[in-house]
């Protein structure tokens, strides 16, 4: 996790380029920040591998003052990656993924195992492209390698400064995909640093928007487009991104917040009592503090009822899907029709449950949302 606690820069001609800023950019997930020329964000990202140094403030990583940590071996446990993609040109591909494990006295054979990996991870032969130069890729493989060198010495955290901007529309659509599911995989601690709201709404966990050195709103984003700040949100978003996101609801609209829980530790005959009481033909196992254990069907138990010492626990199944409350209620559709789920729990990040989207609920939200003629409702 990174931390910034009240930083401000001012540079030595007086230029306020920060102002307290105070974020916490979450572990594993994407954080973009984002707004106009001149608003700080480059320098916020900076700050992170002491590039730059604030004037007054801390920046944490993982509860320790980045401060105190020499600045070689800082940027040397960060992975870097910037817009014209900074490879060596005189360096062969294999040598320019191997720069920082080299530093790091990594064995050559490790440093061979790791290069291997990583162009495979991004749908490169290493037989084809380890001994080609810069030079002989296109600009597409040239950011990718750009990206795999940052991941080479397995870094914790990812800083990226507007790494795809200089790519052909399609190029960069194709890599910004690359990144969703290249982070799925490895969920890195990535920064990164955009002007383009179309690509932040596309990859990011969390938005942060700045103006003149300050943050204007942060949030994830469903929480930008559905509620924004003020004028300036909006007019950065544009009415476009607005309009179109206030027509697609998410699964905290239509979820069903009190489902019927049970503890792990409660026996077959207590959850089928409830399965009766409540009208359902499941429970959702949760443990004291409502993070999802699983869940536990009336198959389940009528298979093992005669067994009085078997419990909850012993009985019940994993969620192959669970979802945040920002989903989007197509994506959840999506899901429930190619699994052929009656319902998928919702949760926190840390499993802690919320609700449930299920079939009726969907079919509640689209009765209320249309009249029965189709047009739309009040």
């Known amino acids: ?31 973009v920040l984002i707004g106009p020329s001149g608003c700080g964000k480059t320098t916020t990202m900076k ?21 105190h940590i020499n600045p070689v071996q800082l940027r040397r446990e960060i992975g870097y990656v910037i817009q014209n993609t900074g490879l060596f040109p005189h360096m062969t591909i294999e040598r320019n993924v191997g720069v920082v494990p080299n530093l790091l006295k990594w064995e050559k054979s490790r440093i061979n195992e790791r290069v291997d990996e990583l162009l495979n991870l991004v749908g490169l032969d290493p037989k084809m492209y ?8 296109s600009g597409g493989q040239q950011q990718r390698i750009g990206v795999i060198r940052a991941l080479a010495a397995e870094p914790a955290i990812i800083l990226m400064d507007e790494p795809f901007s200089a790519l052909d529309p399609i190029t960069r659509e194709q890599l910004q995909e690359e990144l969703i ?15 383009d709201m179309d690509e932040a709404l596309k990859i990011a966990d969390k938005i942060v928007l700045m103006k003149d050195g300050s943050i204007v709103q942060s949030g994830s984003p469903e929480e930008i487009l559905r509620r924004p700040a003020n004028d300036f949100v909006k007019n950065f978003i544009g009415k476009k991104r607005l309009k179109e996101a206030l027509e697609i609801p998410s699964v905290a609209d239509v979820m069903v917040r009190k ?8 026996g077959l005959a207590v959850a089928m009592k409830m399965m009766e ?21 009336i198959y389940d ?4 009822f005669e067994n009085e010492k078997k419990q909850v626990k012993d009985i019940m199944q994993p969620f192959q899907h669970i979802i945040g409350p920002d989903t989007l209620l197509s994506e959840a559709v999506q899901i429930l029709d190619e ?7 919702v949760a926190k990040p840390d499993r802690t449950l919320l609700g449930l989207v299920t079939r009726g609920s969907i079919v509640g939200h689209m009765r209320d949302v249309y009249s029965l003629d189709g047009s739309r409702g009040a």
């Open 301 to 304: 138990i009528s298979r093992e």
């Open 1 to 31: 996790m990174i931390e910034f606690q009240n930083v401000f820069k001012q540079y030595d001609g007086g230029q306020v380029v920060l102002k307290d800023i105070n974020l916490v950019c979450e572990k594993g997930e994407i954080t």
């Open 259 to 266: 489902p019927a829980t049970i503890f792990p530790s409660r």
């Open 339 to 345: 699994s052929k789920l009656s319902y998928i729990p």
């Open 130 to 137: 380890k001994s080609r130069y810069p030079y002989e890729l």
């Open 47 to 67: 700050l992170i591998n002491r590039l730059i140094n604030p004037t007054r403030g801390n920046v944490l990583i993982d509860g320790t003052d980045n401060s």
């Open 181 to 195: 599911r290249l982070q799925k995989e490895i969920k890195k601690t990535i920064v990164f640093v955009t002007h």
């Open 277 to 297: 009481s409540k009208q359902v033909d499941s429970l959702v196992v949760v443990d004291d503090d409502s993070h999802i254990k699983g869940y536990v069907s």
